[in-house]
């Protein structure tokens, strides 16, 4: 057991904060809140956060993306999506420290409710940074590394499989194979990750250790881990790579963690 990536509670600590906003980075997270701000203002907006490398502070230039999520009022629409989409337009297009803004929008009801207690409340309260408004974390429980967080987070791995699939079967240029890699790896090692957390007893977001970690427990598919978490970093082209991903280490990582954690709550 390990007591990595806890408060002197054992909880898990909020593993962000703007004080660790790398310098070259700190232009855009102040033009990204004024922008949210003006796009969204009191009316739509509870709440904005940041999550991701740049408020843990390991955001590295021209590499990193910016990473957003929105609390709304109420549930977001086609035009608030929309308002999302040009935000990230802009912020990618003003800014050459970051790879790409991704906006995530929820409304409070879904980020309070008690069905995503455990995965988007737990995703607020433990890896967003506040950036605009009242922080939701102040009503959110605090949360240990249990087998329940551990199901409610990744025990739908296997509902992304087909999708992924498909995706990999439409990729006729290189972008697309490295965008799905990205994902395919990130995905891949945050589960792989999050299946022996509980054991472990631990918090990381660091793909790396993330998967030193699992192959304390899984020697046999550490290699295979080791590689998603390469990817995960410097996405690739490479076929034989995504399809060691998508139909050899995702199926069977989807099948243990069932095996282990049992499958994730549905939702409708």
Same mark, same amino acid.
């Given at each position: 057991m390990?007591t990595?990536?806890l408060?002197?509670?054992?909880?898990?600590?909020r593993?962000g904060?703007?004080?660790?906003v790398p310098?070259?980075?700190?232009?855009v997270?102040a033009?990204?809140?004024a922008?949210?701000a003006?796009?969204?203002g009191?009316d $739509?907006?509870?709440?904005?956060?940041l999550y991701g490398?740049?408020?843990?502070g390991?955001?590295?230039?021209t590499?990193?993306?910016?990473?957003?999520?929105l609390?709304?009022?109420?549930e977001?629409? &086609?035009a608030?999506?929309?308002?999302?989409d040009?935000l990230?337009t802009?912020l990618?297009?003003?800014?050459?420290?970051?790879d790409?803004?991704g906006?995530?929008?929820f409304?409070?009801d879904?980020?309070?409710?008690?069905l995503?207690?455990?995965?988007?409340?737990?995703?607020v309260?433990?890896l967003?940074?506040?950036l605009?408004?009242d922080?939701?974390?102040t009503?959110?429980p605090?949360y240990?590394p249990?087998?329940l967080?551990a $199901?409610e987070t990744n025990?739908?791995? &296997?509902?992304a499989?087909?999708?992924?699939r498909?995706q990999?079967?439409?990729?006729?240029t290189d972008? $697309?194979?490295?965008a799905l890699s990205?994902?395919?790896?990130?995905?891949?090692?945050r589960?792989g990750?999050t299946?022996?957390?509980p $054991?472990?007893?631990?918090?990381?977001?660091d793909?790396?250790?993330?998967?030193e970690?699992?192959a304390?427990?899984?020697p046999?598919?550490?290699?295979?881990m080791?590689?998603?978490?390469?990817?995960a970093r410097t996405p690739?082209?490479?076929?034989?790579?995504?399809?060691?991903l998508?139909?050899?280490?995702?199926?069977?990582?989807?099948?243990e963690?069932?095996?282990?954690?049992?499958p994730k709550?549905?939702?409708p």
């Amino acid at each position: 057991m390990t007591t990595e990536g806890l408060d002197d509670d054992g909880h898990i600590a909020r593993e962000g904060s703007l004080d660790r906003v790398p310098a070259e980075f700190t232009p855009v997270v102040a033009t990204a809140r004024a922008l949210i701000a003006e796009t969204f203002g009191d009316d $739509r907006l509870h709440s904005a956060y940041l999550y991701g490398s740049i408020p843990r502070g390991t955001a590295i230039p021209t590499v990193s993306d910016l990473d957003l999520l929105l609390a709304l009022r109420r549930e977001p629409t &086609g035009a608030d999506r929309t308002d999302a989409d040009a935000l990230e337009t802009r912020l990618d297009a003003s800014f050459r420290q970051i790879d790409g803004a991704g906006v995530l929008l929820f409304s409070t009801d879904t980020l309070l409710s008690d069905l995503e207690r455990h995965d988007l409340g737990w995703f607020v309260a433990c890896l967003c940074t506040p950036l605009l408004g009242d922080d939701l974390a102040t009503v959110l429980p605090r949360y240990r590394p249990t087998p329940l967080l551990a $199901r409610e987070t990744n025990g739908d791995l &296997g509902l992304a499989l087909p999708r992924w699939r498909e995706q990999y079967a439409a990729a006729v240029t290189d972008d $697309r194979l490295r965008a799905l890699s990205r994902v395919v790896a990130r995905r891949v090692v945050r589960s792989g990750f999050t299946l022996v957390m509980p $054991r472990w007893g631990g918090w990381t977001s660091d793909l790396t250790r993330s998967a030193e970690v699992f192959a304390r427990y899984y020697p046999d598919r550490a290699g295979q881990m080791a590689l998603a978490a390469t990817t995960a970093r410097t996405p690739t082209t490479d076929r034989t790579v995504l399809t060691l991903l998508i139909d050899e280490l995702a199926p069977w990582l989807a099948a243990e963690y069932t095996s282990v954690h049992g499958p994730k709550t549905p939702r409708p």
